[in-house]
Structure formats: C-alpha cells, structure tokens
Nanobody
C-alpha cells in the first residue's frame, strides 16, 4: 500500500525558510513522479514543484528561484526547500506521486497517491 508522510510544516515570518519532507513507502519509488502541491481554503490545489528521477524538474512560476525540490532515493524521501517565503505561500502542502509519463506534472489530476498534508503559515 502506497503511503506518503509529510513533515516540516510550521509558522514563519515573511522572508524566512522551511523545508518539507515526504517519506514514501509501499512501492518501488523509482519510475514515479514526485510532486508538491499547495492548497488554500476556497481555491483549487496548485502544483508547486515536480520531479522525475532527478532528470525532469518543473516549478510553478510563483515559486521559481525560491523553492527547490530534491530527493534522497536511498531513504525514499522527497524534499521541498522553501526560501524567501511570502504570505501568499501560506497553505497546506501535499506530497503526491504517480507512476509513468505525465503530460502535465503540475496538475493534481495526474496523481494517484497523496499524503495528508503539512500546514505552512507565513506571516507578514
């Protein structure tokens, strides 16, 4: 059974940094896209960053240059390092994974498995 467990959320002031981690279990891990999404109340879930075997990486325009997705394959963990955080980065951050080629790796509909989310609050 595929399981994704996020950690590292919290509250920071604008300009601060946080690093989220997502530990994956229950599947082979390789050959899967790993992605981070963000959701705020009343809005659709937004793709933030996605990576495939460290070969293909894509970011939402809103986080380019500030957020970095990375992975430690040895421990089946994907990270989202967030720097220069802004109040509009506030939300619940979800880790997601799906196997195989994805046409649009930042669209939530492309993903099969989801974590429970980690809350991030950025105050001004």
């Amino acid at each position: 059974q595929v399981q994704l467990d996020e950690s590292g959320g919290g509250s920071v002031q604008a300009g601060g940094s946080l690093k989220l981690a997502c530990v994956a279990s229950g599947y082979t891990y390789r050959g899967y896209w790993m992605a981070w999404f963000r959701q705020v109340p009343g809005k659709e879930r937004e793709g933030i960053a996605a990576a495939y075997n460290k070969m293909r990486i894509t970011y939402a325009d809103s986080v380019k240059g500030r957020f970095t997705i990375s992975a430690d394959n040895a421990i089946h963990t994907v990270y989202l390092e967030m720097t220069n955080l802004k109040p509009e980065d506030t939300g619940v951050y979800y880790c997601a994974t799906s196997r195989g080629f994805l046409d649009s790796p930042l669209l939530p509909g492309e993903y099969t498995y989801w974590g429970h989310g980690a809350e991030v609050t950025v105050s001004s």
